[in-house]
């Protein structure tokens, strides 16, 4: 049985450091309930030497209640981008996830037809990386204040309930 996962980030390779890491420290702080975080697919962290990627991402994008695309001028035209969101896309049409484009360095014009119509923030999620990025970088006392903060929480709240 694969593991089934809450969170789906889809992005480009190049993303990575500046926007991907420090989002997936975010999302990994917060809770579902009082007990359960979100489990999160993380490529770099799911995708072990030997495996297959096409099964690891068909497991991730399986069972994601939530599917984050980071939307950037390198990830829209990446084959690997555009597969994730039409797999994405067609599970949102069937009521199983939700569909979350987040732009970074984007206008909403550059974006294809079918995602220019979605709800896109963009600057919830310059704040939300730098949140991320400065919980990254202090003491372990001073990340858990961090991650307790309530602008931290709400702003990661709005995106999921969108």
Same mark, same amino acid.
């Given at each position: ?10 992005h ?5 450091d500046?926007?991907?890491?420090? &989002? ?6 917060? !809770?579902?309930?009082?007990?359960? #975080?979100? %489990?999160?697919? +993380? ?26 695309? &980071?939307?950037?001028l390198?990830?829209?035209? !990446?084959?690997?981008?555009n597969? #994730?969101? %039409?797999?994405? +896309? ?15 360095n ?57």
């Amino acid at each position: 049985m694969s593991k089934k996962y809450d969170l789906f980030i889809c992005h480009a390779s190049e993303d990575k450091d500046s926007f991907v890491r420090p &989002l997936r420290l975010l999302v990994g702080s917060q !809770k579902i309930s009082s007990s359960k #975080e979100f %489990d999160t697919f +993380f490529d770099q962290w799911e995708i072990a030497p030997g495996d297959s990627i096409r099964q690891k991402i068909d497991a991730g994008l399986a069972g994601c209640t939530h599917f984050f695309v &980071l939307l950037t001028l390198q990830s829209l035209p !990446k084959p690997w981008v555009n597969a #994730e969101i %039409d797999a994405a +896309f067609i599970r949102k049409l069937e009521g199983q996830c939700k569909f979350i484009p987040l732009r970074q360095n984007l206008s909403v014009d550059a974006l294809p037809p079918l995602l220019k119509a979605l709800y896109s923030p963009y600057g919830p999620v310059r704040r939300l990386a730098r949140m991320a990025l400065r919980t990254r970088h202090c003491s372990p006392r001073r990340n858990r204040q961090l991650q307790t903060h309530a602008r931290f929480r709400k702003g990661f709240a709005f995106l999921l309930s969108r």
